[in-house]
Structures are given as C-alpha cells and as structure tokens.
C-alpha cells in the first residue's frame, strides 16, 4: 500500500503519534533532569560548581535534542511535501486518462454511426461509386 492511499484520517494519525511521541519524551526529559536535581540537593559532595555544570550539561544536551528533533521534523515535512505533490500529479493523470477514455468511447461511437450513415447512403444511392472511395 501506498503512503498516499491512507487519506488524511492517517497523516493526523501519524502527526499525533509524532507528538504524542514528541511530549512523552520531553517529560522524560524533565523527569531526569528533576531526579538529577533532587540526587544532587542530598548529596553534600556536589557543590554549587559541580550542579551548575551538570545543569549546562543537561541544557546542552536538551539543545542538541531540540536540534535533531527539528531536523527530523524538517525531513518529515520535506517528505510529506513529495508525497502530496506526487498524489496531486496522480491524480491530474488519472483525470487526464479518464476524460481521454471518454473522448476515445465518444469517437468510436461517431464512428460506428457514420459507419452505419455511409451504409445507409450507399443502399439508397444507385450511382457507382470508384472502389477506391468505398474502400477507405
């Protein structure tokens, strides 16, 4: 199955499994970050040097996180960006082959009636016509 079959119910669904994703784990995250706090407001050893590092630490971290989530983001949206415009140009051919089936039905009927009109005109008709006309 294609990507572009699913419809826009399930690119809302991908796009709420992304943030969904997305949220749990920034509280992870945070919850971290919080568990870390709490070990270092028991334990005298840190120092006030040692929890301002750990917290730039986790800060730099935290952006690196931002950064790659953004950069994900950006590829998932390039994607989503082709995809769409793939579906928009499947569908243009299939309008296009659909009106040309159309179009080729009308014809053969025309045909198939001028046939039909020749025939009639040649059996009212008491004139030769040259076998050259009759076979075209």
């Known amino acids: 199955m294609m990507m572009g079959s699913r419809g826009s119910g399930g690119r809302r669904q991908e796009r709420r499994v992304l943030m969904v994703s997305f949220a749990v ?7 971290v970050y919080f568990r870390i706090w709490a070990r270092q407001s028991e334990d005298p050893s840190f120092t006030a040097d040692d929890r301002e590092e750990l ?3 986790f800060e730099h971290a935290n952006l690196e996180a931002m950064d790659e989530s953004a950069e994900w983001r950006m590829k998932y949206d390039t994607e989503f960006g082709k995809s769409r415009q793939l579906e928009d140009e499947l569908l243009k051919a299939k309008n296009s082959l659909s009106a040309s089936a159309k179009r080729f039905e009308s014809l053969q009927k025309d045909n198939e009636m001028l046939k039909k ?10 004139c030769t016509v040259p076998s050259k006309i009759t076979q075209a």
């Open 25 to 31: 784990a920034l509280l992870m995250g945070t919850a």
């Open 117 to 126: 009109q020749i025939k009639s005109m040649k059996l009212q008709c008491n």
């Open 55 to 57: 917290r730039r630490q």
